[in-house]
């Protein structure tokens, strides 16, 4: 018996055990059976528990090279090291389902063992809705394509990973976006149990707002390891090239952070529910999308698998997912009044609303032009794709607005703010943006769009450390010092000072786009060995080239030496990887060295012997600022969501010691 024999007994054994939990858990909802409903619930450990086993099932078998299994063949070779050969575990269609899966299955059991408290009327459908998810994946794993079919003939080798996932993203990457995907599962079980049972207060929101922040987290994570990956495995100079499945990623994470604000109106004043409701199914629904995508093979794109039988069943069950939900939605309707509407559009809760508008806006662009290349061929037959310009032309202006937003909203008042309010608020951020637009051109940076980027982004900056600033005072006046009156304030506030945290990462981020968007410069040289290429103050001197062999991989770098104006930095080995069976295929050494907050990009496009080589150069000015803002927005992320310290504790902290002696209780 082979280890994938368990681990396909396994995988029936979790669908038979999903199944169960779902009619268990509707029946004892329905009939309000006690023994039903804690039978539902052991049956989602019992799922996990199997998916677990049939996961290191699938791990075993490629570490021990049984190339008589279909997919450890096709995914994984003896020339592969250990950890690459791992990590294959998801690098094929089936492996990354069973991977889906299996994290469902283990969130769901995390919900179920957490949740036990919560209304009673909720935590059934909560279940029914997750383990039809799981049901479906499960479905697809056991009867449609597996994992653990095997070979008549097993090779004595197997071909290999992809050259372009042998890369230490690989191991980081596929599974946090799939996670990513995976776990907007437990929010939309929330509110679909909130929807069927019709318990539409406050309940299910006050549920999921941890679970909310943890997936908007890993789909963040996912989102920033996706693009460091392609900035420097890829080669093309840039770290976002709108490719369908970028673009299919990024939907869910828009639509998750509009509902992060939104929720914040209906807990503080009872408005915004359908807004609530509509964007967690929406997250779902794209999240779903973007699963879909990937394994159809029905848009181009370098991240797709190529076309498999999968593709009907997931746009089946996508459909059904959107639509079935849809329709209880709008059955709902009637009791999603708000509980106080709005006084006046010019308050905080009118700031979060245009929020809203502008990230499903951005939401609704980007899923346009993913979509376009399909319906310009079902309408005239010949399949056209959007552009690069054309999402940065559609959304540039929408990012820079809500950018804005993001500052004077923390600016305004709760249902009504006046003006005398708003400019006592507005101006120490509007005189630093006024002062941005003032030093920048000062300095050369004459680009009037960018300029305007700039200064927006220096607005809501300032609102933030404003804020920041406030807050510390008063502790300060209390008697605190500024870096500990800093620390107590975020970690007594953690929601609203973790979302600023938030907010002054994307700043940062945003400040990294503009100044890579407008001010690259790139251009390519063919040198000669001793020739030297000159760029943006920087030359870069050809020296030769060398070969050698790391395992059957044949290695080919070039060297360069880099001086920026007239000072020697340091030498640079741009070149490539070429692995065994996938000699048309090289994967790119790509050289990065960030200096002055800009990146020195050079890669190797092609070489002749010793003494020709061909190089792309970028300059790619504060790159370093993209992956700083988004560290600063996990950080964030992770302050909203970090528990607060018992109520307790605080109390016990607080109280100051006395030196009575304690007082004997006869009993």
Known sequence: MHFSDLGAIAQLLAFIFAVYALLASLLGGIRQQSALLASGRRAVLMVAGFLLIAAIALIVSFLQRDFGLRYVAEHSSTAMPWYYTLAAFYGGQEGSLLYWTTMLAIFSSVAVLLHRRAPAGLMPYVVAVLMTIDGFFLFVLNFVTTPFGRLRIAPTDGQGLNPILQDPGMLVH??????????????????????????????????????????????????????????????????????????????????????????????????????????????????????????????????????????????????????????????????????????????????????????????????WGTIFPIISETVRGQTMTVGTAFYQQATGPLFLLLIFTMGIG????????????????????????????????????????????????????????????????????????????????????????????????????????????????????????????????????YQGISGHMDGDVQVIQTRFGVSYNGQHMQDIAPGERIFPGFESQPTSIVSITTHNLSDLYVFLSGYEGTDLASIKVFINPLVPLVWLGGLLMLFGGIVCWWPPRPLAKRITERTPPTSAKPVEVMA
């Open 174 to 367: 596929p599974p946090m976006l799939l996670m990513g995907y995976m776990s907007w599962s437990i929010p939309f079980a929330f509110a679909m149990a909130a929807m069927i049972s019709g318990r539409l207060d406050g309940a299910w929101l006050r549920a999921i707002r941890r679970w909310t922040l943890v997936a908007w987290s890993i789909q963040t994570t996912g989102l920033l390891l996706g693009a460091w990956w392609a900035y420097h495995v890829l080669g093309w100079g840039g770290y976002w090239g709108w490719d369908p499945v970028e673009n299919a990623a990024l939907l869910p994470w828009l639509t998750a952070t509009a509902f992060l604000h939104s929720i914040m109106v209906q807990e503080r004043r009872g408005s915004l529910k359908v807004w609530n409701l509509g964007l967690i199914l929406a997250t779902f629904g794209l999240s779903l999308f973007g699963t879909f995508e990937v394994r159809s093979g029905i848009i181009t794109s370098v991240h797709s698998f190529a076309y498999s039988a999968i593709g009907p069943y997931f746009l089946g069950f996508l459909a059904f997912a959107v639509l079935g939900s849809l329709a209880i939605f709008i059955y709902r309707l009637p009791r999603l009044h708000p509980e106080h509407e709005f006084d006046s559009f010019v308050s905080r809760e009118g700031s979060f609303l245009l929020n809203n508008f502008l990230l499903t806006g951005i939401a609704f662009v980007v899923f």
């Open 410 to 541: 923390p600016l305004l008042a709760w249902r009504r703010a006046s003006l005398t309010s708003i400019w006592r608020n507005c101006r120490w951020p509007a005189l630093a943006a006024a002062l941005c637009a003032i030093i920048l051109p000062v300095l050369g940076v004459t680009n009037i769009l960018a300029n305007i980027g700039f200064a927006v982004c220096a607005f809501a900056a300032g609102t933030i450390i404003y804020e920041l600033w406030r807050g510390v005072r008063v502790r300060h006046a209390h008697g605190e010092a500024y870096h500990r009156a800093l620390v107590t304030l975020i970690s007594r506030h953690r929601q609203r000072y973790g979302g600023y945290l938030v907010h002054l990462g994307l700043i940062t981020l945003a400040i990294g786009v503009i100044g890579s968007q407008f001010f690259q410069a790139k251009n390519e040289f063919i040198l000669h060995k001793g020739d030297t290429a000159h760029i943006n103050g920087y030359a870069i001197t």
